[in-house]
């Protein structure tokens, strides 16, 4: 069995080299795939090799997902710099999902016990945020009074933004 320090008294867990349909899989188990050849691995800071294992890492899973091989994808923080030195044409793990799924709209989503966020921009420079938060705002108006419900215009009353 792989054995990883912080997985081992948390989670059980299996390596797999080399993905196998015929093999049955247990319930409550997570297997992790060995897609990547590492030779050392570079910490706390950006590096070619991380950059490329990340992306083939990603890929692997998404490509795992289309087939129906797995259930989820679970990401951590990656590299933008890295993928950036390893010559990856994306800005992060939104970019690569939506072209390697070939998703039209896509949205970057965080949740915890006490939060559930789906960001507005993804990955637009900071001065275009305002712009991009009024065009939503106007798009999203323009549609109330046929699919939301008021919910638009009742914010705006609250915030003394009604039209008189």
């Known amino acids: 069995m792989f054995y990883h320090p912080f997985l081992n008294s948390y989670i059980k867990h299996h390596h797999v080299k ?10 409550g188990c997570i297997y992790l795939v060995d897609c990547f050849e590492i030779d ?5 800071k950006p590096d070619k090799q991380n950059g490329k294992a990340a992306f083939e890492y990603l890929k692997t899973a998404i490509e795992f997902s289309k087939k129906g091989i797995i259930d989820a994808i679970v990401t951590a923080p990656l590299c933008k710099e890295s993928l950036y030195l390893a010559d990856i044409p994306y800005t992060g793990h939104t970019t690569i999902l939506s072209d390697l799924t070939e998703s039209k709209h896509v949205s970057m ?3 915890t016990s006490q939060l559930n966020v789906v960001l507005t921009t993804i990955h637009h420079p900071l001065s275009a945020v305002s712009s991009l938060i009024n065009e939503l ?4 108006k323009q549609a109330d009074a046929r ?7 009742e914010l705006d009353e609250a915030t003394g933004d009604a039209k008189k």
């Open 137 to 140: 705002y106007t798009f999203l």
């Open 40 to 44: 050392s691995l570079v910490i706390k």
């Open 18 to 27: 080399d993905y196998d349909a015929s093999v049955k899989l247990s319930e």
């Open 147 to 153: 699919e939301l419900g008021g919910l638009f215009r």
């Open 109 to 111: 989503a965080f949740h």
